[in-house]
C-alpha cells in the first residue's frame, strides 16, 4: 500500500486527536472475547437449579453419586442436535473445551490413538496446521507440548485447501489440524461443503492424523439466519476416514462461562479411547451441573431461543465496531475488517507493519487489545497487520469509545508512517 492516504491537514487532525484520548485517561480493555453481564444474567435462573430435591436424571441416576463417566444422556441428546453428533458418540464432561482439547492432545502424545503405530511422543517431530489468524490458546497447547506449528491461509470460506492437502499427503509428521468450523475465532469465518468434504476425503501419510475440530461458536449466531456447516463426522465415515474427526463444544458462551459444561464428540473408536484414559483420572463429571443445565434448556430449540436473547444484545455491539470504523477510518482504503454473521470476534487489518504500533498507542491510550501477532503461531503476523477485536464484553457506551480510540491510533497510524516514506 502506499502510505501517501492522508494530507498534512488529516495528520495534524490525528495527532491533535490522539492528543485529546491521552488527556482522558480511558481505561478499556477488548483483548478477551468474554461475555458481557448482561449475557451472563440470561442465564441466572442456573443459580437456583436443579433446586432441593431434584436430583435424578431420566434414567433414574442419582446425580449426586458417584460415576457416569460419559455425562447425562439427556444433556448430550440436547447437544448432539446442536453439535451433530450422534448421542452415544458425544461425551459430556467438565467446564472447559480448551481444557479437553488439551488433554486430548496430551493423550495422544502418551497412549497411541486408534490407527497410530506408535505414541506421538515417540515421534521425531509432531506437526499440527494452523490456519491463520486463528486462536492462541490453540497455539499456546502447541507450544507447551513442542507441537511445530504449520501457518495455513484461511480464504473467507475456510484454509486454502489446495496447500492443506499439499501438506498432510507429503508429511507423515503432519498429525493434527486445528479448526473452527462456524464463526471463526477471529475471522467469523464459516466452512463451505467444499471445504469440509475435501478436509474429510483427503489422504493424509499420517494414519493417526486427526482435526481438532473446534465448534466454539455453533450456535452463536449474529443475524437470525442460523448457518450451518456440514457435519463432519458423517463426512468423515463417507469418506472413509471415521475417525478423523474430534468435535469440541461447550456452553461458556451459552451461559455461565465458568461453570458450563463441555463436550468430546467422536467416533465410536475414539471416544472409547478417550473414556478408558479418563476412567483412570476422575469416577466421572458434575452431574448436577449437567441437571441443572438440561432443566434450564429444556431441548435444542430452548437453546436456540436462548442464543437469540444472546444475539439481541450481541448484534448491536458488532453493528457499532463497524458503524464506527465505518465512519474514522472507512475512508482509508488499506484499512478493512470483518462484518462476521456470528462468534464473538471482528478482525480489523491495517497497513502492513501497523498492526503492533495501533495496539502499542491504544494501549498508552487505555484501550486493551490483545499484542499484536497473537493470532499467529508465535506471536508473529508475517505482515503485522492483523488486530482481533472483541466486541462482546464492554457496556455499548465503552465500545464506541474503545472504537472511537482504536480508529483514531490507526490513522495516527497511517499519519506516521506517511511521514516517514514522505521523508525518504
Ligand atoms: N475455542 C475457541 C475457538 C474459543 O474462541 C474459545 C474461547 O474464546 C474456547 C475454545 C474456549 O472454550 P471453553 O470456555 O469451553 O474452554
Not at 28 to 57: H, M, N, T, V
Not at 131 to 152: E, L, N, T, W
Not at 345 to 358: H, K, M, N, R
Not at 391 to 414: N, S
Request: glycine share 8%; with cysteine; aromatic share 6%.
Amino acid at each position: 500500500m502506499s502510505f501517501d492516504t492522508l494530507t498534512d491537514v488529516d495528520i495534524e487532525t490525528a495527532r491533535a486527536d490522539y492528543a485529546a484520548l491521552l488527556a482522558r485517561g480511558l481505561a478499556l480493555d477488548i483483548s478477551r472475547g468474554k461475555p458481557s453481564s448482561e449475557q451472563l444474567d440470561l442465564a441466572d435462573a442456573l443459580l437456583a437449579l436443579p433446586g432441593p430435591g431434584d436430583f435424578k436424571a431420566a434414567d433414574g441416576t442419582d446425580c449426586r453419586n458417584y460415576g457416569g463417566l460419559t455425562g447425562l444422556t439427556e444433556l448430550r441428546a440436547i447437544f448432539a442436535d446442536l453439535l451433530h453428533v450422534p448421542t452415544e458418540n458425544l461425551l459430556a464432561l467438565g467446564n472447559s473445551s480448551l481444557n479437553l482439547m488439551h488433554e486430548v492432545v496430551s493423550q495422544a502424545l502418551h497412549s497411541p490413538l486408534p490407527g497410530a503405530q506408535r505414541r506421538w511422543a515417540d515421534e521425531e517431530e509432531i506437526v499440527f496446521l494452523c490456519p491463520v489468524p486463528g486462536y492462541d490458546c490453540h497455539f499456546a497447547i502447541c507450544k507447551r507440548f513442542g507441537i511445530s506449528m504449520v501457518p495455513v491461509p484461511l480464504t473467507g470460506h475456510g484454509p486454502d485447501m489446495d496447500v492443506v492437502e499439499a501438506l498432510v499427503a507429503a508429511d507423515p509428521r503432519v498429525k493434527g489440524m486445528w479448526c473452527v468450523p462456524k464463526y471463526s475465532n477471529p475471522t467469523g469465518e464459516i466452512y463451505s461443503d467444499e471445504v469440509v468434504r475435501r478436509l474429510a476425503a483427503m489422504p493424509t501419510a499420517a494414519p493417526d492424523f486427526r482435526l481438532l475440530w473446534d465448534d466454539a461458536y455453533a450456535v452463536h449466531h449474529l443475524t437470525p439466519d442460523r448457518r450451518e456447516v456440514l457435519p463432519v463426522l458423517d463426512e468423515c465415515a463417507s469418506a472413509g476416514n471415521p475417525d478423523r474427526a474430534m468435535v469440541f463444544g461447550s456452553t461458556s458462551k451459552i451461559t455461565h462461562a465458568g461453570s458450563g459444561v463441555a463436550f468430546f464428540g467422536s467416533s465410536q473408536a475414539n471416544v472409547s479411547w478417550l473414556l478408558d484414559l479418563m476412567s483412570k483420572q476422575t469416577i466421572g463429571p458434575d452431574k448436577i451441573n449437567q441437571l441443572r443445565h438440561v432443566r434450564f434448556f429444556g431441548d435444542s430449540a430452548g437453546v436456540h431461543a436462548h442464543m437469540d436473547r444472546h444475539r439481541a444484545l450481541m448484534a448491536p455491539r458488532f453493528e457499532t465496531v463497524d458503524m464506527v470504523l465505518r465512519e474514522e477510518v472507512g475512508s482509508l482504503g488499506a484499512v478493512s475488517w470483518t462484518r462476521p454473521s456470528g462468534g464473538y470476534f471482528v478482525s480489523l487489518y491495517v497497513p502492513d507493519g501497523c498492526a503492533s504500533v495501533v495496539t502499542r498507542l491504544a494501549g498508552r491510550a487505555g484501550v486493551a487489545l490483545p499484542p499484536a501477532g497473537s493470532a499467529f503461531p508465535g506471536g508473529a503476523d508475517p505482515r503485522d497487520r492483523h488486530i482481533r477485536i472483541a466486541p462482546t464484553h464492554l457496556p455499548l457506551g465503552d465500545l464506541r469509545e474503545a472504537m472511537y480510540v482504536i480508529a483514531v491510533c490507526v490513522r495516527l497510524a497511517i499519519a506516521d508512517a506517511t511521514e516517514i516514506t514522505r521523508a525518504v
